[in-house]
């Protein structure tokens, strides 16, 4: 049966109305329904939910409306900005109180963006409650176990992407003595080369390096499809994270890019996931 709540403020002058409408739009707030009609003009904000709070206690502001945010220093920046262009600087600091803790682990000000009309903004010291919003790897290697397979074939760029993914597990704390690299002939050997280190229990990652470049490959599209689904299969079905660094470019120049010219190193970013997987495969493990 209930089916809103509006909060209604009658403005003392058109002025008044015009600026509160001013100040509210800045903020980023959704528009309302409006009306222009000779007698009456409405300017509507809304938010996506709405409270009506009765408080036994006292409150820290005298503003009769208290708007809950999720960024309160972003908020304060352009309530500022607002006030300085709108009232001058001596004035606007008259209008906006300094940002305060409440008793209800929050922080909060008040800001008039006309004299007489206060508004109160607040925000959740922690908004999630301690609730970690999701489980997340870390990016530390230490302690891991890689394998890296990596194609002979397109050597120019493979070796650069080798060198980028053994750069990132280094430099992420991984030993030297815990980083088998393997060579296959080419991206088609990958997935068995992959699959057999992944089953010997003694990697915790395998991280696989290639490039496929559609110009000088027969068969590119089967090659591909063959790579990739074994490559995902041994990862399924062992259980070990398989990062996939084979490129599928239309040329050497692309490819190029991508292991360390202008699109950042492939093999870095792979490396970086493999590390990255094997960390929330242990807290997963840690958690069930
Ligand atoms: C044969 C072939 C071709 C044409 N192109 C590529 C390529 O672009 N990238 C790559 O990694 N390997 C290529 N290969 C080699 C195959 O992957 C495989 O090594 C050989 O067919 C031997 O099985």
């Not at 008259?94 to 007489?116: L, N």
Request: glycine share 8%.
């Amino acid at each position: 049966m209930i089916k809103g709540i509006t909060a209604i403020r009658q403005t003392s002058t058109p002025a008044v109305f015009d600026k509160l409408a001013s100040f509210f739009t800045v903020l980023g707030f959704e528009r309302g329904k409006d009306w222009d009609e000779e007698q009456s003009r409405g300017r509507a904000f809304l938010a996506p939910l709405g409270n009506l709070e009765f408080i036994d206690g006292v409150l820290p502001s005298n503003a009769d409306v208290f708007v809950e945010v999720t960024s309160l220093d972003s908020v304060r920046e352009v309530a500022e900005k607002w006030l300085t262009k709108n009232v001058g600087e001596t004035e606007a600091s008259r209008r906006i109180t300094a940002t305060a803790d409440t008793d209800w682990k929050s922080r909060i000000f008040t800001v008039e963006p006309a004299p007489g009309v206060a508004f109160s903004f607040w925000e959740w010291l922690d908004p999630l409650k301690g609730k970690p919003v999701a489980l997340e790897g870390d990016l530390s290697a230490e302690g891991m176990r890689f394998a890296i397979v990596v194609a002979r074939w397109n050597a120019v760029i493979t070796d650069r992407l080798l060198q980028g993914a053994l750069d990132c597990l280094y430099r992420s704390g991984a030993k030297k003595e815990d980083v088998q690299v393997l060579r296959v002939p080419g991206a088609w050997e990958i997935p068995s080369a992959a699959r057999k280190v992944a089953e010997t229990g003694k990697v915790d990652a395998v991280v696989t390096l290639g490039v496929l470049l559609r110009g000088e490959t027969a068969h590119y599209e089967a090659i591909y499809n063959e790579v990739s689904r074994g490559i995902g299969q041994s990862q399924q079905e062992t259980g070990l994270p398989h990062a996939f660094g084979v490129l599928t470019c239309e040329n050497l120049e692309q490819a190029l890019d991508r292991a360390g010219l202008k699109a950042g190193n492939k093999g870095f970013e792979a490396a970086s996931a493999a590390i990255e997987m094997v960390s929330l495969h242990r807290k997963v493990g840690a958690t069930a």
